[in-house]
């Protein structure tokens, strides 16, 4: 064999091998990119899974009052009743506000997380918030009584 189809077939050779490489570089670099994006549908999965539970939980403690409440109304005089009824009804509007931050956060998006997670998280501050004021409006309504 000449010179010349050595030199050729020696330039083929390192062709096919640079090219194995770089494929073999690329699939790897794929896979990387594949376990990258896994792993973040995995940490959002997580995220709304957690908000969730924590939204549930909260509207949990909500229906918990609520029927105190109806258990109070049961006993109570006409003008109790009016006043336990009133009580009443701004829990069910902090356990529907709930019902809507689950719905919102269970069909989340990842591109739309941001949003629905500010969302649940203000959803969350105001019942908490209507919990502490609803306690502190029972303790007063009781020591009227």
Do not use: H, P
């Not at 083929?12 to 594949?34: D, P, Q, R």
């Not at 941001?114 to 007063?140: C, I, P, R, W, Y």
């Amino acid at each position: 064999m000449n010179l010349t189809k050595k030199n050729t077939l020696k330039a083929i050779a390192i062709l096919i091998i640079a090219g194995l490489t770089v494929s073999c570089s690329n699939n790897k670099k794929e896979e990387s990119a594949k376990d990258k994006m896994e792993q973040v549908k995995e940490a959002f999965s997580k995220e709304k899974k957690d908000m969730t539970l924590e939204l549930e939980e909260l509207k949990l403690e909500i229906e918990t009052e609520i029927d105190k409440i109806d258990k109070q109304i049961v006993d109570a005089s006409d003008e109790s009743k009016t006043k336990l009824e009133s009580l009443k009804a701004r829990l069910q509007e902090k356990a529907d506000d709930l019902d809507r931050a689950i719905r919102k956060v269970e069909n989340a998006t990842e591109q739309a997380w941001d949003d629905t997670k500010e969302f649940a998280e203000n959803t969350s501050d105001d019942v908490q918030t209507a919990l502490k004021d609803f306690g502190e409006d029972v303790k007063e309504f009781f020591n009227q009584s």
